[in-house]
Antibody, heavy 118, light 106 residues
């Protein structure tokens, strides 16, 4: 059974940093492209970042470029999202998800809530 | 960016009824479209990909159709467990989601 378990969310002040983790199990993590998708409270879904299966390429939405870094450790089957210079508009539940080669998000974690507020 | 416009924003339907949800892309997305179901307090679950392919384990009362810029999700014989918010997503050019359709029971 595919399992994705996010951790690392919490309350953080604007301008500070936070690092999210996503522990994967039940599938061969190193074979899959992965992504972070976020959802602001009572709002819709927004793609944040993608990393290719071997970590060789990464992609970001414009609003997080230069502030967020997606990475992975295939030996530990873990995905990360380093978030720097956080803003109030980054407040959301962050989901990690597997990303099919063609582009749909097949499996999702339960999410971790990030609240940016002073 | 490709914009995805979903309609209606909310709808109320009776058990056993057939429900249709529409998704309009701002440009041709060549059937690069997925549908997700999100129940309250839960993460999204993939229902449909490539506009009309049913994800493993999803009940056959769910179906997708469309091409070009216009797509739809159909739920036949509505069940109580189908109460949820439904999102469309394009993956022709990066990834964008519709705003969602909240489905409730009448």
């Amino acid at each position: 059974e595919v399992q994705l378990v996010e951790s690392g969310g919490g309350l953080v002040q604007p301008g500070r940093s936070l690092k999210l983790s996503c522990a994967a199990s039940g599938f061969t993590f190193s074979d899959y492209n992965m992504a972070w998708v976020r959802q602001a409270p009572k709002k819709g879904l927004e793609w944040v970042a993608t990393i290719i299966y071997d970590g060789s390429r990464t992609y970001y939405r414009d609003s997080v470029k230069g502030r967020f870094t997606i990475s992975r450790d295939n030996a530990k089957s873990t995905l990360y999202l380093q978030m720097d210079s956080l803003r109030s508009e980054d407040t959301a539940t962050y989901y990690c998800a597997t990303l099919a080669v063609n582009g749909w998000f097949a499996y999702w974690g339960q999410g971790t809530l990030v609240t940016v507020s002073s | 960016d490709i914009r995805m416009t979903q309609s209606p924003a909310s709808l109320s339907a009776s058990l056993g009824e057939t429900v249709n949800i529409e998704c309009l892309a701002s440009e041709d997305i060549y059937s690069d479209l997925a549908w997700y179901q999100q129940k309250p307090g839960k993460s999204p679950q993939l229902l449909i990909y490539n506009a009309n392919s049913l994800q493993n384990g999803v009940p056959s009362r769910f179906s997708g159709s469309g091409s070009g810029t216009q797509y739809s999700l159909k739920i036949n014989s509505l069940q109580s467990e189908d109460v949820a918010t439904y999102f469309c997503q394009q993956y022709n050019n990066y990834y964008t989601f519709g705003a969602g359709t909240k489905l409730e029971l009448k």
